[in-house]
């Protein structure tokens, strides 16, 4: 073969396997297990995949304006509501994340069973971190308006930037609620419990391959790979659990 041809021939791969790239956009709660299982998938195939993160609101946002991207996950009402964008058919589950307390390892794990007990540890603590709801966090907004009831009234709140559990590592903050997803991933942090029923809160992260998807074959079958049996392992050691 002449050094043209395969010049020729090499661009010819080169330009295939960059159309086969991915973009996927995602938030705190799925952005951990997809830092884990795009590398994968990327080993595998060759294929890259570049995980655009951020707030829920901004991956909600960037379907709804259709900037350039192949495959969201969110959670259901968020990506129900950009479905107009999104590929006909039914979403696919990824995984549930539970609202936590979370505080830094080591640390005792107060008793927060019951609101009347969650209550009184929150109004103990020297603070409560979550995500800054002006960052356009769906978590930090519940999260707010739950502290905002008068029944917490004297619970010191302290929106970050950042997910909660940087509240804790970063910022030295005592206690963080948000989604375990987005406290179990990060160094020195771990959860103390779930919040209890009469307050419990959680995303049911759902994903579904755009409309407007330029490889919509390649994030169908990215998709089918961080769904498969095998990916579950990963989403469990970042916070999320089966649907």
Same mark, same amino acid.
């Given at each position: !073969?002449?050094k &043209?041809?395969?010049?020729?021939?090499?661009?010819?791969v080169t330009?295939? +396997?960059?159309q086969a790239? %991915?973009?996927v956009? +995602?938030?705190g709660?799925?952005?951990?297990g997809?830092?884990?299982?795009g590398?994968a998938?990327?080993?595998?195939?060759?294929?890259?995949?570049?995980i655009v993160?951020?707030?829920?609101t #901004? @991956?909600?946002?960037?379907?709804?304006?259709k900037? /350039?991207?192949?495959?969201?996950?969110?959670?259901?009402?968020e990506l129900?509501?950009v479905?107009?964008?999104?590929?006909?058919?039914?979403f696919?589950? %990824?995984? #549930?994340?539970?609202?936590g307390?979370?505080?830094?390892a080591?640390a005792?794990?107060?008793? %927060?069973?019951?609101l /009347?007990?969650?209550i009184?540890?929150?109004?103990?603590g020297?603070?409560?971190g979550f995500t800054?709801?002006?960052r356009?966090s769906?978590?930090?907004?519940? $999260?707010?308006?739950?502290?905002? =009831?008068p029944?917490?009234a004297? $619970?010191?709140?302290? /929106?970050t930037?950042? &997910?909660?559990g940087? *509240? %804790? @590592? =970063?910022?030295g903050?005592?206690? @963080?609620?948000g989604?375990?997803s987005?406290?179990v991933t990060?160094?020195?942090?771990e959860v103390?419990?779930l !919040?209890?029923?009469?307050?419990?809160?959680?995303?049911d992260?759902?994903?579904a391959? +755009?409309?407007y *998807?330029?490889?919509?074959?390649?994030?169908a *079958?990215?998709?089918?790979y961080i769904?498969?049996?095998?990916?579950? *392992?990963?989403?469990?050691?970042?916070g999320l659990?089966k649907?």
């Amino acid at each position: !073969m002449s050094k &043209t041809a395969l010049a020729a021939a090499l661009l010819l791969v080169t330009a295939s +396997t960059a159309q086969a790239d %991915i973009t996927v956009f +995602t938030s705190g709660g799925t952005n951990p297990g997809l830092q884990k299982l795009g590398p994968a998938w990327t080993a595998e195939t060759g294929k890259k995949v570049t995980i655009v993160g951020g707030t829920v609101t #901004r @991956a909600h946002d960037n379907v709804k304006n259709k900037v /350039p991207g192949d495959l969201v996950l969110l959670p259901l009402p968020e990506l129900t509501d950009v479905a107009a964008n999104l590929k006909p058919g039914p979403f696919t589950p %990824i995984g #549930r994340a539970n609202f936590g307390l979370a505080v830094a390892a080591g640390a005792p794990h107060p008793d %927060i069973s019951t609101l /009347p007990k969650f209550i009184a540890v929150l109004k103990a603590g020297s603070g409560v971190g979550f995500t800054d709801p002006a960052r356009g966090s769906a978590a930090g907004k519940m $999260v707010a308006e739950l502290l905002a =009831r008068p029944d917490f009234a004297g $619970v010191k709140t302290v /929106p970050t930037a950042g &997910t909660p559990g940087q *509240a %804790i @590592a =970063r910022d030295g903050v005592q206690y @963080a609620l948000g989604p375990t997803s987005e406290e179990v991933t990060v160094p020195g942090v771990e959860v103390a419990g779930l !919040m209890p029923k009469e307050v419990e809160m959680h995303f049911d992260y759902t994903a579904a391959v +755009t409309g407007y *998807a330029t490889q919509a074959e390649e994030a169908a *079958a990215f998709l089918a790979y961080i769904t498969r049996p095998e990916a579950q *392992a990963v989403w469990k050691s970042t916070g999320l659990e089966k649907l």
